[in-house]
């Protein structure tokens, strides 16, 4: 009966192989051919983990990002890019990261820009586009693909981004509009449809999640327009939307002459009911019933309950997937050792949500009895979930309760706080500081690795990241930095290391999932009530501040960014957690303002993620989102200074609620978007003080002062220079000291022209 698919798999590979091949190969270390081998090892685990699915998906797997991936597929690669005119993997990896193997800093590009892919966590490279953009087919890498999995015995569906939503996500770098560019585009979709005909390819998936958006009239038009053009082909595509419910879209959805359609059964359950009359009888609906952005097991009865009537409705042409791309949660949750076996009951990562979508698939073909043990033992799984004791706790639930309106307002308006911290800190204009992260070295990572490994003794692990804070503070002392921070050593993660400390979360061995390129993250598993055991970083920063007499800031993650950076529990709403969050992170704040630190920092890198994709459900979320924020930081005199950060996101739409968080200053990042982001302060009149990022930390290379001081008299034009700060757009953790210091020393310069 029903078809097995899957729309992708995580591609770094069970223990991050791509990862650490990437690295290696950016420094020399492998040459191209390995990192190639070391590839295709990976797809082939992949393709055997996927065996017992009706279809292989192929294209899925990227070096770097499956967007910037489409745009070399398309030949839509920028000039400064295109050294040799052949769209190597090294002209992909300098428009991925500034620079490719054997480039230095003085012959390095800028990097493509970079921002979040819809709601998630996963970055993608923005494609550029011009009047003067043309396209052009170059699909080897693909066809190697479909070649290496068919050499398997596997059928084949290879995974496109769909022409109108890779436009969708474009920018355009003049005054042009993108859409005028796919009467150029859609030909050479024409040529690789007419291409993998040819390969004998069946079905192809073209991925539309553009379709789940607030879409006008114009890019509505435009898809009716693409799909009618490709409307004469010899292979079926079967459109693909994730993320959230086509609901006005999606008469035009139905309208489009596609084979299939694929919903997000998880997230778009209500568009079910309406397109099931609307389809014909030639074509497939395929759904996404296992969730493919959490980590929590499927409630499989209940889903059959759901899909059983709706196969007996279609037969054949009902397919099950899961909801997206897996690329979202980690590989393999049977090689966890240390998460309890209790809450490990109520997981399922990439591979153990294939074998959910095989049960489902199996009890409609041949009965619930075929699978009888299989769904006892989910059930099972769940209701112990329900009633575990480890979920729940009456005081957290209690304090949640007492939270008062005024516990999430300053004292005074900011411009009476900003006169009393200028009174207190005395900084210069242009005061210059950092995010807080600095290079997580070598030595830094195996001092850590240690000690979870009780190589060495709690006291000798203290005194070594002591050591790393210590050199930390002196080379900030001699750069002259106005703000200090202590660096960091001892965190692996800014979410990760918060949630180890706080009750409720619980933490994977080899639960990474990728961020972009070679950047994995391990998230925290919040599985019950969220409270604070003890202090998070007062040890670390007081000992930092005690080195020396600049202002130093207390450095910590936001509750809205721990929530979203997390799996989260799936049996409250999501804000009642981000609350519990809130109310831990307030309590360390209010330790640290107790002990003398006068500047905060409280990240929300991660609040414009969290936004859902349709506008009309915008304002709920950044309600209780921008109040959590406020929950946490507001417990402070008004001689401390509050400082947030927000990272590669289009926040431009969100403005006003960035102001209403009213923190005393906020960083962002302009510099990789040529300060396109501060475009909006032409509108709107920001309140408080400002950090535009004056440097690009994702790649290696070097900004000039010249160009910083350009960034920041752009950034003065929109807010007055008295309220701008130097730093750079995101934490250090990622680049090397050697990248590092001489960054920031151009950043001093060029503070110091800008003073005069």
Partial sequence: MAKLHNLGFPRIGENRQLKFALEHYWQGKIDQQTLQDNAQAIRAKNLKLQQHLDFAQVGDFSFYDHVLDTSFLLGNVPKRADRDGENTLDDYFRLARGQAPGDTSCCGIAAGEMTKWFDTNYHYIVPEFCQQTSFELNADKLIKQINEARAKGFVTKPVILGPVTYLWLGKAKDESNPL???DTLLPVYQQLL???????????????PALVTDLDNEWLLAYRYAYQYLKERQVKILLTTYFGALASNLPTACQLPVDGIHLDAIKGKADIAQILPQLSEQQVLSLGVIDGRNIWKTELNKVLDFIEPIAEQLGDRL??????SLLHVPVDLDVENNIPEEVKNWLAFAKQKLNELTVLGKALKFGRESVATELAENTRCLVARTSSALVNNDAVRQAVQQVRAEDSQRQSPYPQRAVLQQSKLKLPRFPTTTIGSFPQTSEIRATRR??????????????????????????????????LVHGEAERNDMVEYFGEQLSGFVFSQFGWVQSYGSRCVKPPIIYGDVSRQGSLTLDWTLYAQSLTKKPLKGMLSGPVTILNWSFVRDDQPRSETCQQIALAIRDEVIDLEAAGIGIIQIDEAALREGLPLRKSQWQDYLTWSVNAFKLSANGVQDSTQIHTHMCYSEFNDIIEAIANMDADVITIETSRS?????DVFDQFAYP?????GVYDIHTPNIPTVDSIVQLMNSASERIP????????????????????????????????ILRQ
């Fill in 688 to 692: 408080n003080q400002i950090g535009p």
């Fill in 194 to 208: 007419t291409k993998l005909a040819k390969l004998g390819i069946e079905w192809v998936q073209f991925d539309e």
């Fill in 674 to 678: 040529d300060m396109e982001l501060l």
């Fill in 450 to 483: 240690e000690f979870k490994q009780n190589k060495i003794d709690l006291s000798s692990y203290q005194q070594k990241i002591k050591t790393e804070i210590k050199q930390c503070i002196e080379i900030q002392e001699e750069l002259q930095l106005d703000v």
């Fill in 319 to 324: 397919w099950l997937a899961p909801s997206c």
């Fill in 180 to 182: 005028h560019l796919l």
């Fill in 721 to 752: 220079a008295e309220r701008l700060w130097l730093n750079p757009d995101c934490g250090l953790k990622t680049r090397g000291w050697q990248e590092v210091t001489p960054a920031l020393e151009n950043m001093m310069a060029a503070a110091q």
